[in-house]
């Protein structure tokens, strides 16, 4: 059974930074590229950044870019989200997701398992 649990989210002020991790379990991290995604009330799931198995592929939204940053420790089964110069609007949840394949993807459809989600909060 796979599970993923993000932890890291919080409260910070517009510029500040935090750093989201997920640790995944029930099957083999290393195979699998993994997503971030975000979703505020009333809105659907956006695709935020997504990495490939071995970390040497990597995406982003366009409005993340120069900002977030996406990295991996396969050894720790770890996916990390780097988030510096915060604006409100990034206040979502954010949710790790573990793709099917091998390869980074920007679409939902191909995630098989999510985590559980960790609320970020950026105040002007």
């Known amino acids: 059974q796979v599970q993923l649990v993000e932890s890291g989210g919080g409260l910070v002020q517009a510029g500040g930074s935090l750093r989201l991790s997920c640790v995944a379990s029930?099957?083999?991290?290393?195979?699998?590229?993994m997503g971030w995604f975000r979703q505020v009330p009333g809105k659907e799931r956006e695709f935020v950044a997504a990495?490939?198995?071995?970390?040497?592929?990597?995406y982003y939204t366009d409005s993340v870019k120069g900002r977030f940053t996406i990295s991996r420790d396969n050894a720790k089964q770890t996916v990390y989200l780097q988030m510096n110069s915060l604006e409100p609007e990034d206040t979502a949840v954010y949710y790790c997701?573990?793709?099917?394949?091998?390869?980074?993807?920007?679409?939902?459809?191909?995630?098989?398992?999510w985590g559980q989600g960790t609320q970020v909060t950026v105040s002007s």
């Open positions: 990495i490939s198995r071995s970390g040497g592929i990597t």
């Open positions: 997701a573990e793709d099917r394949t091998s390869m980074a993807h920007t679409t939902m459809a191909y995630y098989a398992y």
């Open positions: 029930g099957r083999t991290f290393s195979s699998y590229a």
